[in-house]
Nanobody, 124 residues
Framework: QVQLVESGGGLVQAGGSLRLSCTAS????????MGWFRQAPGEGREFVAG????????AYADSVKDRFTISRENAKNTAYLRMNSLKPEDTAVYYC?????????????????WGQGTQVTVSS
């Protein structure tokens, strides 16, 4: 059974930092590109960041570029999202997702497996 579990969410003040983790099981982690998405109340799920199966290439939404960093440790079956300079508009439920293949893609339909999400709340 494939399972993705996010952790590291919480409440943080604007300007602060947070690191999210996503641990996968039930799949060959190195065969999957990984993505982070977020969904604010009343909004659709949007792409935040992606990383290729080797970790050699990354992609970011314009809204988070230069503030967020995605990484992975395949030996630990874990992907990370380091979030710096957080803003209130970053408040959302953050989801990790796995896509079989090398490439990172921003569309949610490209990712087969999803975690349950972790809440990130950024206060003013």
């Amino acid at each position: 059974q494939v399972q993705l579990v996010e952790s590291g969410g919480g409440l943080v003040q604007a300007g602060g930092s947070l690191r999210l983790s996503c641990t996968a099981s039930g799949l060959t982690f190195s065969s999957y590109a990984m993505g982070w998405f977020r969904q604010a109340p009343g909004e659709g799920r949007e792409f935040v960041a992606g990383i290729t199966w080797s970790g050699g290439s990354t992609a970011y939404a314009d809204s988070v570029k230069d503030r967020f960093t995605i990484s992975r440790e395949n030996a630990k079956n874990t992907a990370y999202l380091r979030m710096n300079s957080l803003k209130p508009e970053d408040t959302a439920v953050y989801y990790c997702a796995a896509r079989f293949g090398r490439s990172t893609l921003p569309q949610t339909d490209n990712y087969r497996y999803w975690g349950q999400g972790t809440q990130v709340t950024v206060s003013s």
